[in-house]
Structures are given as C-alpha cells and as structure tokens.
C-alpha cells in the first residue's frame, strides 16, 4: 500500500505495553483535549463506546479533576434496550464513567422508551443536535468483524449511517452481528470531532485493523469510512 494512501495518513499510532498503561494515557489525552475546549468555548461534548474494552480508561478518567460540570457525555452507539439492562452502554458509562469526579458531567443517553426504532432515533438526533456539534471528542471502538460504533457489515441502514452527507446525527440499525436492533450516530456527526480515538486491545483487533487498511471496501470493514472521512487524524491508542 503506498504511504500517501489517504487511510494510512489518517491514522496516528500510540501502542502500550498493556491495558493499563493504555487506560491511563488514553485518559490524560481525552481528559486535556476537553480542558481545551472548556478553555476555549466553556463547555465540551464526549461521545463514548460500550463493550468490554473501555472500563479501565472509563475508571481513570472519571478520577481526573477536570471541570466536568461543563462536560456533557453521550454515547456513539446504543442498543435499543433499557439502562436497567446488562447490554446497555448507558449502564456501562453510569457504572464506571459517570462517577467519582465525573458524577458532575451531565449524560444525554440515545435510548428513550420502548418502541418504534424510528422514532426513538428522531428523537436521540433531537439530542444530540441540541449539544451543538461539532463534538468536542469521540471514542471509538472497534469488532473483529471491523464494524465501529454500530456500522455492522450487512446493516440496513449502513449506506445511510455512513453517508458523508447524511443529514440525521442518530439512525437505526439492524444486523447480523450487532445483538439488539441500535441505534448510533451517523458518519458525519463522528468524523467531524475536534479528536476522535480508537480504542483497541489485543493482537486480534490490530490484525483486523490492519486488514482493513490494506485491502477491502467500506461496507466490508466500516472502520475504512471513518478514516477515509476523519476531519483529522484518527489517533489509534492500542495495548496487545
């Protein structure tokens, strides 16, 4: 792949010799990167990943005295079941991000109440329009399968959450892979943050990734489609 490939020179790469050491860096990154932007507006958005992966970085950001009563936190993605559910990635970031100093951040979550999918993403868009995009920073994550937030290969709306020009922030998705029906902000409300992180650990995850740099299309591997649109460089914090 020649080095001016447009997804090769979005990508700024950070490894850690494990999890924790990530944790902590990733933490003191996003951490400086909404002190600026309280600093330069007074207030900052961050849009977070569910999964197993963001617990510890969730831990050591909540403990960083920053002035989280000017931070709102919301969700990249969600799946359409209640907080009160184990999947829910509004009951992860409760659990372990929205604590400690953190409890002062106000959290805007994408699921509403049971029912149409539809509507429940209308109304999640209404949301997260009224934090005035640009985000400040997304976190991201990333499957085996190269799905990110919830851009699933095969998913039935996945030419129109990763559309640069679609004009919805939040859509509904279904797929194969992704579990529960959810809901997840589209491609240009993730691409044009002022930082967006992927968030990997393990040398599965690497591989995939560098799969999906090599060779493939965007539908095949939708982590292609935010690197290929990023406003900035997408910066990969990664630990074996």
Known sequence: MRPTDPL????????FANGAELANALAARVAGALTAAIEARGRATLAVSGGTTPKNFFIALSNLPIAWNKVTVTLVDERMVPPSNDRSNHRLASLFLLQNHAAEAAFVPLYSSPGDATAMAAAAAGKIDALAPPLDVVVLGMGTDGHTASFFPGGTTLAAVTD????????????PGAGEPRLTLTLPRIVDAGLIVLHM??????????????????????????LRHARTAVELFWAP
């Open 8 to 15: 090769q020179t979005h990508l700024k790469r950070t490894s």
């Open 164 to 175: 640069p020009a679609c004009g919805q922030s939040v859509m509904a998705i279904e797929a």
């Open 201 to 226: 650990e393990g040398d599965e995850k690497h591989s995939v990734l560098t799969r999906a740099l090599e060779a493939g299309d965007d539908a095949e591997m939708p982590v292609r489609a935010v």
